[in-house]
């Protein structure tokens, strides 16, 4: 049986690879656009949110070939979103991966037009049936995805975390109000990975589907902690992105609020429920151990 690990980099592979095939099948219409837009995408990365896509499918008894729409889907909002958060006019940021943000390699408005082009590209990805031939989802499954995404991505996930942390600079917040801007800003996105695999797999029950809800939710928040942890701890080279970006920013932040050590232990104490929430999974939940593992270990 092939280890969890080496799956996990196999998956890595084959999301980089149908990355490299989905823009490559592009026409080159607009060419300084289409470089930007590979840039931004083959950096490298964790690749996190395609392999909890393909671990839940996997784990249901569903196919690779059904789950790639979905993980190539995630993964152009996620780049589409980091583009987007290191804009001057957001977090100003010039270092992502361990190389120049995009804005920085080009120039901003091609950036923004960059992300414009990914979020477009998400959905897409999720309606054509013609790059990914072996799927084989109904019409209503990939509406449904569609549906998940946006909700995630949106005025009530994604975004909206962004906006609380830009009105959050400076500011004091509960640990209540943190947790709900992260619960938005990072969570609505891992939790939509999980369900669009979950959609993937086409074997999916009312419980299941709230169990992995319960489980993003506990591992996204673990893995925002453990990115506060990081940012004071680390160090750029490691980060691919500027250490103490967050301190000097001002910004609300776990360690901040509730101390370096709790902050650690609570990082500890999500990964434990989340790995509990997955025991009545039984084996099939075994992938998702390992990448819940993962995001509490990781060093950047």
Request: proline fraction near 4%; charge should be negative; glycine fraction near 6%.
């Amino acid at each position: 049986m092939m280890s969890q690990q080496k799956q996990l980099v196999e998956l890595q592979q084959r999301t980089n690879q149908l990355l490299d095939n989905l823009i490559s099948s592009h026409p080159n219409t607009a060419p300084y656009l289409k470089k930007a837009i590979n840039y931004s995408l083959t950096q490298g990365g964790k690749r996190l949110r395609p392999l909890l896509t393909y671990a839940t499918c996997l784990g249901l008894g569903g196919n690779l070939e059904s789950a790639d729409p979905a993980a190539i889907a995630i993964e152009c909002i996620h780049t589409y979103s980091l583009i987007h958060d290191d804009l001057p006019a957001m977090d100003d940021d010039s270092l992502r991966r361990g190389q120049p943000t995009c804005h920085i390699a080009f120039d901003e408005a091609t950036a923004i037009l960059a992300g414009d082009a990914l979020q477009a590209l998400a959905f897409e990805t999720l309606a054509t049936h013609d790059w990914f031939p072996g799927c084989t989802l109904s019409s209503s499954a990939r509406l449904k995805q569609v549906q998940v995404l946006a909700q995630a991505a949106g005025m009530n996930g994604m975004v909206a975390g962004q906006s609380i942390d830009l009105c959050s600079v400076g500011k004091q917040l509960s640990l209540e109000q943190l947790e709900k801007m992260h619960h938005c800003k990072t969570g609505a996105l891992i939790k939509a990975s999980i369900h669009l695999g979950a959609l993937a797999s086409n074997q999916v029950d009312e419980t299941t589907w709230q169990q992995l809800g319960q489980f993003a939710d506990a591992v996204g928040l673990a893995f925002q902690i453990q990115d506060d942890i990081l940012d004071i701890e680390s160090d750029t080279e490691t980060l691919g992105k500027t250490q103490g970006a967050d301190i000097a920013n001002d910004k609300p932040t776990y360690p901040a609020i509730m101390g370096l050590s709790q902050a650690k232990q609570k990082a500890q104490q999500l990964t434990d429920e989340a790995l509990a929430i997955l025991k009545p999974l039984g084996q099939a939940a075994a992938p998702l151990r390992q990448l819940a593992l993962l995001i509490i270990q990781r060093n950047h």
